[in-house]
Structures are given as structure tokens and as C-alpha cells.
């Protein structure tokens, strides 16, 4: 997707300065415009008719004065209770932070101006789903509105997209779904492939209320089809989800609550380690001949313990066939450190382990230090998505870089040798543009949060399972 809706966003966002004065959050601002923007959306594209007469775009617009903002209060609980079950979803729960009337006429008259089209910005004008997954990078990018755990950045979320190759027809999950990027692209990417094809099954879990009501609001101003169930995936409830073709996911970092028995008996390895029960459901829940891409910390890949099992695991269910090593600072804190696992489930039982072979880019060592002043960009994974080859379950011809090469592959048996550690590293040495892009004081205290919080969940991990 390409820069989303520019100077839409930044028009837009420029009232959330002007909010801050009424103590509207970054996140509630997103919130709030994506409440309104439903609204306008479902009058420019003839939808109305699933909203009740008296609760529209254009009867919020014509009330004035302090009245408006008492009107819209009543208009999001009117909308709560109706029938139609996307729209309930939504607006369930939804309250407005505003406290000022003339704010909200402010941000009514900014939407009312604006000319856009439903879904992407096709016939080249900005389309509402473009706007959309513009403001919710914005929001990712402020430090202060902590939503960068949510969002994925769109250029890893379109070539990790782009890998799997989803194919029309087939059941899509992303178990921690956030504002529901994968979703949307994997969508997008079987439109693109074949206009006329059925869509795709979506289907996502999303913990946080206020995440889910903006990930739904992602497939609806995109005119997607899908779900996007309030709850955890950790729970019962991922094991009802069924089997999928494909998983993408980037779970949430840190421990889960309640001890370290997963509440899923068939989540074998017992751990408080999230990454590493998220990491077990989507390997269980992948179809014969499935495929997935998950992303997780570098904990996940030297973790002892349960992480040794874990690894184990998967390393027998599943050909883990490629982990691609990602440069700090993408997610916006700069001292996080993450991987992608891509792996599918074989069509037949082995005999021996799945994975018989692994084979990792290193997009880490050397590069410059990401983040909001250098975002990462599709143009950093050419390379990796070259190496990677055309075919989606890493059968692609290959060739090892060497130990000067950021493409190495390493079979089974040295894993195994290893103690089944994926935390192999094999370049070093210091690069030139690396060290002329110097961290800010800011970074640095965020890279060393980042290594005590990586410290503390293993610590913690560790502390549970003593006896």
C-alpha cells in the first residue's frame, strides 16, 4: 500500500493536536474518527440501510451546537443495539471522549469535506480503507500513544503477504489480530491476483475491545467480508477457530496471566511465555499442508526449558523451512529484536522431524538503525523475498551466501547439535553507516528497557517452572 492517504492524514491528524485540549488520547483520537468515518462511509456507499432511520452521517451533521455532541452520544448507543451484527460489533461499547461541541463539528465538517472512495484508492483517488491504514500508522508512529504493539508495519505485513501467496477460497487466521493488517493484505493480494475469485475466509482474535473495534473497522472501509472475535485465542476459544490454510500473526510480547498451565490442554509445553503458546497454537492449528508466518522475539529462538520444547516441537510437526532476522527499532521501540518463522504443516505424516533443513536471513547485522526517522521500507526485503523464491512452502531453488552472506542454511542435524537453538549468528563486525547513524538518548533508553523486559520474561518463564 503506498503512503496511505498522505496529505488526507496529515490534515486529519493535525485536529488531534487540537483535541489534546479536551484530553483525547492518540488511541481515542483514532477511535473517534473511526466511529465517524463508519458513518460517512456507509452514506457514500449507499449502505445506509443497515443503520436506523435518525442515526446517520446527515443527521449528525445537521444538528448544531451543543446539541450535536448530545445527539452523537445517543447516536453510538442507538447503534450498539442493532441488528445487523458487523455494525453491533463495532459500536459496541463505544463512548465519544470529546467534551467540547465544537470539536466534534470540527472533525464532522473535515470528514464532510472529504472526497474519498470505499475501499482503496483504485481509480486514483484516496480511498476510505487507504485513510484509514494511513491514521492507524500515524498512531503506531507516536511513542506516547503505545499502539505500536498493534501494528505491524505495512511494508513486513505486504511482503510477508506476498511469500505465502494466499490463493482465493482458502481460511485465512490471524490469532492476535490487532488492527487487522495481515487480514487486509491478504485479502488485497487475492483481489490483485484474481479479481474475479471468491473471497477468502478471514478470520481473526483480538483480546483488547478498543484494538478489535479498529480492526473491524480496518475490513469494513476496506469492504472486506471476515470476523474479528472479541477474546483469546490462548483460551478455549482458539481451539474452536477450526483449522486454517494459512496463519499470519505477530502475537504480543510478554507473559500471560494465570500461572503457567496453558488453559488449552492440547498446548502442550506448559509456559507463561506468550510468544511461545501462541507460537504452539498456530502450528496445531494449521491444515495439512498449511503455511504460516509468525512473528516473535529473539527469546522465542535461544529460550531453554520450555523454549527448547517448543522449538522441538515444531522443528518435528512442521517444516520450519526459513526465519528471517529483523533489523531493531521496526515496531518502534527501538530495543525490541524479532524474527519471522516461516513454517507449513507436511500433507502426509513423516517419519522423522518436518524440517530438515532451516534456512535464515540475517536483515540484521550491518544495517543502519530503524525506526520513525528511518522506517523500514519494502526496498530493505528485495533481497530476502529474491532468496526466498516463488514458492510459498520454501521448496524454491536456494544458494548459501557463505559466512560473508546473509543467507545461510543449516541442516537438522546441526540444530540438533546445537541444543536446538534458531539463534545463529555467523556475520560481525562493525559498518560504517551504521555507526554514522547514531541512536538518539531516546533510542538508547528504549533499546535498554527492551533488553531488561526480554531478561525479566525469561527470568520469570524460568522462576514458573521450578518446582
Partial sequence: MSSPGGGFVARLWALCHVLRDDGITYHQYVEELALLLFLKMAKQT?????LPAGARWDDLRRVGGEAQLQFYQALLARLAGVADQRVRAIFAGATTGLRSARHLAGLVAALDALELTAGDAEDGGPGLGELY???????ASELKSGAGQYFTPRPLVASIVHLLRPRAGESIHDPAAGTGGFLVYAARYIKAAAAAAPPARL??????????RLALMNLTLHGLAGEVLLGDALSPLGAELGAADVILTNPPFGNKRGGGAPARPELRVATRNKQLLFLQHCYRALKPGGRAAVIVPDNVLFEEHAGTATRAELLATCDLHTILRLPTGIFYAPGVKTN????????????????????IYDLRTGLPPLGKRAP??????????????????GRAPRSDSGPRGRFRSFSRQELRARGDTLDLCWLSGPD???AAAAPTPRELTAEILGCLSAATTELEALAAELP
Avoid at 449507499?46 to 443497515?50: L, M, S, V
Avoid at 478470520?203 to 478489535?212: A, F, K, M, Y
Fill in 432 to 434: 560504517p553507516q551504521a
Fill in 376 to 393: 523500514l521500507t519494502r526496498e530493505h526485503l528485495r533481497d530476502f523475498e529474491h532468496r526466498f523464491g516463488d514458492d510459498p512452502y
Fill in 133 to 139: 491504514e494511513g491514521l492507524l500508522e500515524k498512531n
Fill in 46 to 50: 449507499g449502505a445506509e440501510a443497515q
Fill in 203 to 212: 478470520l481473526g482474535v483480538e483480546l483488547v475491545p478498543s484494538t478489535r
Fill in 340 to 359: 519471522v518463522l516461516f513454517f507449513c504443516r507436511p500433507e502426509r505424516p513423516t517419519t522423522g522431524d518436518a524440517s530438515e533443513r532451516v534456512w
